[in-house]
Nanobody
Framework: QVQLVESGGGLVQAGSSLRLSCAAS????????VAWFRQAPGKEREFVAV????????YYADSVKGRFTISRDNAKSTAYLQINSLKPEDTAVYYC?????????????????WGQGTQVSVSS
């Protein structure tokens, strides 16, 4: 039973923009915070951004502040990650994540549901 499905990744040039989407089942989306993580080749999965279930608050990793914007549409049970001014070091698999607890920001161990990931590759 698939509950989180990411889309929107691709191969782009440095300086480009992408918008990733995460379509979720309503059961796990509503009233839960949604986060994005990413995992680059040979590296551990790292936190990127999180949005409160109400959409009223967001939090970003220092490495992406000012370039990434997380948002959500609760009516569509969908979260988004807008990525601007892409850099080669942003190359990674990006994962949508839901925690039914409320750590702020969530660690990997706090996540209850993971998507399958979407690949973002940035060429220089």
């Amino acid at each position: 039973q698939v509950q989180l499905v990411e889309s929107g990744g691709g191969l782009v040039q440095a300086g480009s923009s992408l918008r990733l989407s995460c379509a979720a089942s309503e059961r796990i989306f509503s009233m839960n915070n949604v986060a994005w993580f990413r995992q680059a080749p040979g590296k551990e999965r790292e936190f990127v951004a999180v949005i409160h279930w109400s959409g009223s608050a967001t939090y970003y990793a220092d490495s992406v502040k000012g370039r990434f914007t997380i948002s959500r549409d609760n009516a569509k049970s969908t979260a988004y990650l807008q990525i601007n001014s892409l850099k080669p070091e942003d190359t990674a698999v990006y994962y949508c994540a839901v925690s039914t607890r409320y750590p702020w920001p969530p660690a990997r161990s706090d996540v209850d549901f993971w998507g399958q990931g979407t690949q973002v590759s940035v060429s220089s």
